[in-house]
Every structure is written in structure tokens, then in C-alpha cells.
């Protein structure tokens, strides 16, 4: 007798259900989320089956409670949330839904329709480290950018001068400069001596002038708060600027570790070696990509999951294409991001960007047709091993001749 188990994730507890190849209802639990409750949860279903020969169907493919399964030897096969959903209505007429409801539901699909799922293959402790680092630091970006439109929100509402003298808020130079100077009353007596002294201290490197900056901090418009309120809002430009600093700082050490990573993996030593791929950029393809050949079966099976191509309608004389939302929205970033870099650098690339451009396509649109064509070269050289050659690029021989 075969049997298939269904787990529907929580927070503070899981349910599971376990039934056979009739469907039956084999045994059902509630397992609360912690060292025991993990520990009975595993030796709760090897007294049912072998781990190897009991499959799980969950929803959320990652975390600690899917760690701890497939070290005990358990398949797991991520089922997602809109497939559930759209199942639903074969089991209840109702729109009631309840975990141990959705546990049998993720049981019995995977019972009858599980030959339309794949397991998950876990990937390498490198791909898994990389990964760690590459999200964290795309959290931090986000966290950034956060910030410096805050504190440049800010300094536009009482003291516009302060984010207009340096090109970007969030640059060092500019962080030091509304540390020490966070109210115009702070920088009254700032004079081209001074400013010139500021400058070299943290070694500005840019192209403007002393009296270039301060003429661009003296023409912003002037604010018109209250005494009390600018003290107040000056307080809060420091606390902003010290944040920013953090991130900014700890970003730089992150990005350093993971160009330090990606160059030491040879998945990673492929995907640099496409047109201004770079190192960051390589690392977060790499870090979605993963290791594990058998996951994309196909050129188009990646293009839809990194998002790249359309979704296409189509039901009698009615046929729309439409944009693909359901993806992997980090892998779609990192591979759009790089598609465009790589038309300043391949001429091949720059061609069917612009050909794209000349149809009416947007900006972006354009650059998801260009990385749909790079899709088909980045997976073949993956699947083989090799590391891109401009001198066997077909498409690219044809343009040049």
C-alpha cells in the first residue's frame, strides 16, 4: 500500500494527514513547532512507512520544518499555494477553509496528480550559502533605498540644499555631510575654507569645486520651520544618516564576501563569463539558478520561471498574451539586470534591444525580450558546463559578418 502525506505550515503548530492510494484517511495529527514536536512528527511517520517511500506535498519549499524532513529522508514536493487554491472547489462547495482541510488536500494531490510535480532537490552547501548571502543582501538594498528616500524626504521639507549638494543621499560623503551639518543653522558659517577642509578629510572625489557645492547648497529653495521644529528634525536627519551609514557599510562587506564567493564556484565562473555579467549580478542568477540540473528540463521551462515570457490566452477566435506575474521575482530581477548591462558590451545583444525598441516595445519590455533570447544560451551553457564564447555564439557570428 502506497501512502502519501500532506503538511499545511504554521506558525506555532503543523498539520499533517496521511492517507492511502484510495484516498483513505491513513492518520492525522496536529505537530507543534518545536524541538519535540518535530522530533515526534518525524517518528510519527517512520512507524508508518519507510522515509524514502513516504512522499510529502507542502506548500512553503523552504524553512527549518523542510530542513528537518528531507534530512530524515523524506521526498518533498512543493505544491504552490495557487494550485491549492485552485483545487479547492473539488472537495468542498463551501469556501470554508481549515489547516487539517488543506493538509488532506495536498495529500490527495499529490496522490492523483503527483506525476505533475517534481520533488525538491536540494542543492549544494555552496549554492546554499550563496544564496543566504545574496538575499540578505538584496534585503538591505531594499532597506536602503527605504531609507535614503525618508531622510532625502526629509531634508526636502525643511533644509532642501543638504540632499542637492552631493549626486546621492546615501553616498558616504553625503552621510558625513548631514551628520555634521543637519540643520541649515548648523552650516550657516560653512564657507569655501571649510567646506574645502570637509571635503579632503573624507577624501570627496568628485569633479565639483568647493564653490560649485556651496553655490549648489546656497540656490535650494530655503524652508520656513519653526526653531523648535528644525532642532527636532535635525535630530532625526542625524539618526537617519547613522542608519543609512550602517547599511551602507555593512552592504560593502557583504557584496565583498559574495564576489569573493561567486568567483570561487565554477556555476559562478560560467555565468561571469557572459557580457557584463559582473560578479554581483552573477551571484544572484546563480544563487536562484541553483546546482541541480534536473530542475529546468528545458531552455522554456527557465524562461517561465525566471518570468522573461509571456502568458498566452487563448480560447476559441479569443487569444490575449498577457504578463507573466506568477515567477521567481528575485531570478527575473538578477537576469533582466543583466540582459541590460550586456547591450552596452555585445553587439548582439544591443540588436535585438533595439529592434525591440523600433516595434513600440517599453524599456522593459525590450529588456525581458533580451533576456529571453540570453535564457536560451545561459541554460545550454549551464547544462553543459562550458563557459560562454562570443567566437561560437551563432547569432553574434551572423551580425558581425
Given at each position: 500500500?502506497t501512502?502519501?502525506a500532506?503538511?499545511?505550515w504554521?506558525g506555532?503548530?503543523?498539520?499533517?494527514?496521511v492517507?492511502?492510494?484510495?484516498?483513505?484517511i491513513?492518520a492525522?495529527w496536529?505537530a507543534?513547532?518545536?524541538?519535540?514536536?518535530?522530533?515526534?512528527?518525524?517518528v510519527?511517520?517512520r512507524?508508518?512507512?519507510?522515509?524514502g517511500?513516504?512522499p510529502?506535498?507542502?506548500?512553503?519549499?523552504?524553512?527549518?520544518?523542510?530542513?528537518?524532513l528531507v534530512?530524515?529522508?523524506h521526498p518533498i514536493?512543493?505544491?504552490?499555494p495557487?494550485?491549492?487554491?485552485a483545487?479547492?472547489?473539488?472537495?468542498?462547495?463551501?469556501?470554508?477553509?481549515s489547516?487539517p482541510g488543506?493538509?488532506?488536500?495536498?495529500?490527495?494531490i499529490?496522490?492523483?496528480?503527483?506525476?505533475?510535480f517534481?520533488p525538491?532537490?536540494?542543492i549544494?552547501?555552496?549554492?546554499?550559502a550563496l544564496?543566504?548571502l545574496?538575499?540578505?543582501?538584496?534585503?538591505?538594498?531594499?532597506?536602503r533605498?527605504?531609507?535614503?528616500?525618508?531622510?532625502?524626504s526629509?531634508?526636502d521639507?525643511?533644509?532642501?540644499?543638504?540632499?542637492?549638494?552631493?549626486?546621492?543621499i546615501?553616498?558616504?560623503i553625503?552621510?558625513?555631510?548631514?551628520?555634521?551639518?543637519?540643520t541649515?543653522?548648523?552650516?550657516?558659517r560653512?564657507g569655501e575654507?571649510?567646506?574645502?577642509?570637509?571635503?579632503?578629510?573624507?577624501?570627496?572625489?568628485?569633479?565639483r569645486s568647493?564653490?560649485q557645492?556651496?553655490?549648489?547648497l546656497?540656490?535650494?529653495?530655503v524652508?520656513?520651520?519653526?526653531?523648535?521644529?528644525?532642532?527636532a528634525?535635525?535630530?532625526?536627519?542625524r539618526?537617519?544618516?547613522?542608519?543609512?551609514e550602517?547599511?551602507?557599510?555593512?552592504i560593502?562587506?557583504l557584496?565583498a564576501?559574495?564576489?569573493?564567493?561567486?568567483a570561487?564556484?565554477?556555476?559562478?565562473?560560467?555565468?561571469?563569463s557572459?557580457?557584463r555579467?559582473?560578479?554581483?549580478c552573477?551571484?544572484?542568477?546563480l544563487a536562484?539558478?541553483?546546482d541541480?540540473?534536473?530542475?529546468?528540463?528545458?531552455?522554456?521551462?527557465?524562461?517561465?520561471?525566471a518570468?522573461?515570457?509571456?502568458?498566452?490566452?487563448?480560447?476559441?477566435?479569443?487569444?490575449?498574451?498577457?504578463?507573466?506575474?506568477?515567477?521567481?521575482?528575485r531570478?527575473?530581477?538578477?537576469?533582466?539586470?543583466?540582459?541590460d548591462?550586456?547591450?552596452?558590451?555585445?553587439?548582439?545583444?544591443?540588436?535585438?534591444?533595439?529592434?525591440?525598441k523600433?516595434?513600440?516595445?517599453?524599456?522593459?519590455?525590450?529588456?525581458r525580450i533580451?533576456?529571453?533570447?540570453w535564457?536560451?544560451?545561459?541554460?545550454?551553457?549551464w547544462?553543459n558546463?562550458?563557459?560562454?564564447?562570443?567566437?561560437?555564439?551563432?547569432g553574434?557570428?551572423k551580425?558581425a559578418?
Amino acid at each position: 500500500m502506497t501512502l502519501y502525506a500532506g503538511l499545511d505550515w504554521g506558525g506555532a503548530s503543523h498539520s499533517i494527514c496521511v492517507v492511502n492510494d484510495s484516498g483513505q484517511i491513513v492518520a492525522r495529527w496536529d505537530a507543534p513547532h518545536d524541538t519535540a514536536g518535530l522530533t515526534t512528527l518525524i517518528v510519527s511517520l517512520r512507524k508508518l512507512a519507510p522515509p524514502g517511500e513516504l512522499p510529502i506535498a507542502i506548500e512553503r519549499p523552504t524553512g527549518l520544518l523542510v530542513d528537518t524532513l528531507v534530512d530524515a529522508g523524506h521526498p518533498i514536493v512543493p505544491i504552490h499555494p495557487n494550485v491549492v487554491k485552485a483545487c479547492r472547489p473539488r472537495y468542498r462547495a463551501a469556501g470554508g477553509k481549515s489547516d487539517p482541510g488543506d493538509a488532506y488536500m495536498l495529500a490527495d494531490i499529490l496522490r492523483t496528480d503527483g506525476h505533475r510535480f517534481r520533488p525538491l532537490s536540494p542543492i549544494s552547501d555552496d549554492i546554499r550559502a550563496l544564496r543566504v548571502l545574496v538575499r540578505g543582501r538584496d534585503d538591505l538594498v531594499t532597506q536602503r533605498i527605504v531609507l535614503a528616500n525618508q531622510l532625502r524626504s526629509l531634508l526636502d521639507s525643511f533644509w532642501p540644499g543638504a540632499a542637492a549638494i552631493f549626486a546621492a543621499i546615501d553616498s558616504p560623503i553625503a552621510l558625513a555631510f548631514v551628520s555634521r551639518y543637519p540643520t541649515p543653522d548648523s552650516a550657516a558659517r560653512l564657507g569655501e575654507k571649510r567646506l574645502a577642509s570637509f571635503l579632503a578629510q573624507h577624501s570627496y572625489s568628485g569633479r565639483r569645486s568647493p564653490a560649485q557645492l556651496l553655490e549648489r547648497l546656497r540656490d535650494a529653495p530655503v524652508g520656513h520651520a519653526q526653531e523648535g521644529e528644525v532642532d527636532a528634525t535635525g535630530e532625526l536627519v542625524r539618526a537617519l544618516a547613522i542608519l543609512l551609514e550602517q547599511h551602507v557599510l555593512q552592504i560593502a562587506k557583504l557584496s565583498a564576501r559574495i564576489e569573493h564567493a561567486v568567483a570561487q564556484l565554477p556555476d559562478g565562473r560560467i555565468i561571469m563569463s557572459f557580457p557584463r555579467a559582473g560578479r554581483i549580478c552573477a551571484a544572484q542568477i546563480l544563487a536562484e539558478l541553483g546546482d541541480v540540473r534536473r530542475r529546468y528540463v528545458s531552455e522554456d521551462h527557465l524562461a517561465a520561471e525566471a518570468g522573461v515570457c509571456p502568458v498566452t490566452h487563448a480560447s476559441g477566435k479569443s487569444r490575449g498574451v498577457v504578463f507573466r506575474w506568477a515567477c521567481n521575482h528575485r531570478l527575473r530581477q538578477a537576469i533582466i539586470c543583466f540582459a541590460d548591462n550586456s547591450r552596452h558590451a555585445s553587439p548582439w545583444a544591443a540588436d535585438i534591444y533595439h529592434r525591440a525598441k523600433a516595434r513600440g516595445c517599453t524599456h522593459q519590455h525590450a529588456a525581458r525580450i533580451l533576456a529571453r533570447a540570453w535564457i536560451r544560451i545561459l541554460w545550454r551553457a549551464w547544462q553543459n558546463h562550458t563557459e560562454y564564447d562570443p567566437d561560437l555564439h551563432v547569432g553574434a557570428l551572423k551580425l558581425a559578418a
